[in-house]
């Protein structure tokens, strides 16, 4: 039972699809909630964080049974007189009809609002709108107190197309946490460790990638290749089967927070060639675990990553280069080992899970009146001796 102190406790729901279907977004508020301070550490004052889904793991129909009980729960939180806010993360397509519709019902009801934007198709999803529908969705923007934004891209599009004054919209960067699982020793002979995150898609460029690892050559008693998350797993195995690499890519299937760990904690190099993104958490993570990363210049990504500096860009499509690169890095230690101490680097200086939460609770506070406590620094776990 709770204490008649924790029954006034205020808090802030964090709405997203909970679990795999969330992808990025449900990460992202997962790691806010993770970050906070517990309950016996927390100030008094402080807020509590809290998910509440939107959409479900299930059939995009079935996704509306969610979205009324999270309406549910809005109405329950306001007349409670806890509920200090609600933090919106809105991805494009049905993601915005169910989002728009909660931010919809927190206007009526009088909860403010911040929205996070997470969309990299967002601004293809709206300019292809009926203009009766473009309009509504302004309107939907128009409504939050503030629009998050993942950098200078996104918000010119939320500015310019959308109409939000420039004055409610803030660029803040995800952030991740540390690792929790030691970087592995490099053991002399061992096979190197290749690694892609996210879902089997043409979007994230799998078949461009597996096109590439055929034109390497590579042999598999050197090469170690591991492909991580759901989608069409049967058609790109028979993809790798007809390209002849089958013996060297191993498709691991959807990745927990723990298995995702262990597979940043042992790989070499994390390969991301997508066509469009945001600021892909996978990309944050592989910096964080001190993985060098080759991925491609779209989103945000060439707004706070810099070409051979801390990541090794490669044109959309490009087979080629993509090969090209990930030859190099694998034959040339040195310069390996450049990239993940300056990814690391970029990790500790903007990209840290404690920076992100303490922006996020100030903007919580400007707006909600309250904000989440976060708890100590949690201890580093990478070690660039590791990697030597």
């Given at each position: 039972?709770?204490?008649?102190?924790?029954?006034?406790?205020?808090?802030?729901?964090?709405?997203?699809?909970?679990?795999?279907?969330?992808?990025?977004?449900?990460?992202?508020?997962?790691?806010?909630?993770?970050?906070?301070?517990?309950?016996?550490?927390?100030?008094?004052?402080?807020?509590?964080?809290?998910?509440?889904?939107?959409?479900?793991?299930?059939?995009?129909?079935?996704?509306?049974?969610?979205?009324?009980?999270?309406?549910?729960?809005?109405?329950?939180?306001?007349?409670?007189?806890?509920?200090?806010?609600v933090h919106v993360n809105m991805a494009e397509r049905l993601s915005v009809l169910r989002k728009g519709i909660l931010i919809a019902l927190c206007s009526l009801l009088g909860i403010p609002v911040v929205l996070h934007l997470h969309a990299a198709q967002l601004p293809q999803f709206y300019r292809h709108l009926p203009a009766a529908l473009r309009a509504m969705l302004r309107w939907v923007f128009s409504l939050p107190a503030v629009c998050i934004v993942l950098g200078s891209s996104a918000k010119?599009?939320?500015?310019?197309?959308?109409?939000?004054?420039?004055?409610?919209?803030?660029?803040?960067?995800?952030?991740?946490?540390?690792?929790?699982?030691?970087?592995?020793?490099?053991?002399?002979?061992?096979?190197?460790?290749?690694?892609?995150?996210?879902?089997?898609?043409?979007?994230?460029?799998?078949s461009d990638l597996l096109q590439a690892l055929a034109l390497m050559g590579l042999d598999d008693s050197r090469l170690n290749v591991r492909l991580a998350g759901g989608g069409d797993l049967a058609t790109y195995r028979e993809k790798a089967r007809r390209l002849g690499v089958d013996s060297l890519v191993h498709f691991e299937g959807w990745a927990d927070q723990n298995k995702v760990a262990q597979l940043l904690a042992a790989a070499d190099v994390l390969i991301l060639p997508s066509y469009d993104e945001g600021l892909p958490l996978v990309i944050l993570e592989a910096l964080a675990n001190g993985v060098a990363v080759i991925c491609?210049?779209?989103?945000?990504?060439?707004?706070?990553?810099?070409?051979?500096?801390?990541?090794?860009?490669?044109?959309?499509?490009?087979?080629?280069?993509?090969?090209?690169?990930?030859?190099?890095?694998?034959?040339?230690?040195?310069?390996?080992?450049?990239?993940?101490?300056?990814?690391?680097?970029?990790?500790?200086?903007?990209?840290?899970?404690?920076?992100?939460?303490?922006?996020?609770?100030?903007?919580?506070?400007?707006?909600?009146?309250?904000?989440?406590?976060?708890?100590?620094?949690?201890?580093?776990?990478?070690?660039?001796?590791?990697?030597?």
């Amino acid at each position: 039972m709770n204490s008649p102190t924790s029954r006034q406790t205020p808090f802030i729901f964090l709405a997203t699809p909970w679990g795999p279907v969330g992808g990025g977004m449900y990460k992202v508020a997962d790691y806010l909630i993770q970050a906070q301070a517990p309950s016996s550490h927390r100030p008094p004052e402080s807020a509590e964080l809290r998910g509440i889904d939107t959409r479900g793991n299930r059939s995009a129909a079935l996704s509306m049974v969610f979205l009324a009980r999270a309406m549910w729960l809005l109405i329950c939180g306001r007349f409670s007189g806890r509920l200090a806010g609600v933090h919106v993360n809105m991805a494009e397509r049905l993601s915005v009809l169910r989002k728009g519709i909660l931010i919809a019902l927190c206007s009526l009801l009088g909860i403010p609002v911040v929205l996070h934007l997470h969309a990299a198709q967002l601004p293809q999803f709206y300019r292809h709108l009926p203009a009766a529908l473009r309009a509504m969705l302004r309107w939907v923007f128009s409504l939050p107190a503030v629009c998050i934004v993942l950098g200078s891209s996104a918000k010119q599009f939320v500015a310019q197309e959308l109409g939000v004054p420039l004055s409610k919209i803030e660029i803040v960067i995800n952030g991740v946490p540390e690792p929790s699982v030691p970087r592995r020793m490099a053991t002399p002979g061992a096979p190197q460790r290749v690694l892609f995150l996210g879902n089997l898609t043409e979007r994230k460029g799998v078949s461009d990638l597996l096109q590439a690892l055929a034109l390497m050559g590579l042999d598999d008693s050197r090469l170690n290749v591991r492909l991580a998350g759901g989608g069409d797993l049967a058609t790109y195995r028979e993809k790798a089967r007809r390209l002849g690499v089958d013996s060297l890519v191993h498709f691991e299937g959807w990745a927990d927070q723990n298995k995702v760990a262990q597979l940043l904690a042992a790989a070499d190099v994390l390969i991301l060639p997508s066509y469009d993104e945001g600021l892909p958490l996978v990309i944050l993570e592989a910096l964080a675990n001190g993985v060098a990363v080759i991925c491609t210049p779209v989103g945000e990504i060439p707004n706070v990553l810099t070409d051979g500096l801390n990541v090794t860009f490669v044109q959309p499509g490009d087979i080629d280069a993509i090969a090209a690169n990930l030859r190099r890095l694998l034959e040339q230690p040195t310069l390996r080992e450049k990239f993940e101490r300056n990814g690391r680097e970029i990790y500790e200086s903007a990209f840290s899970v404690t920076k992100f939460f303490d922006k996020v609770a100030e903007i919580h506070l400007r707006c909600f009146g309250v904000r989440a406590s976060r708890k100590s620094k949690p201890r580093m776990l990478w070690n660039p001796v590791l990697d030597a």
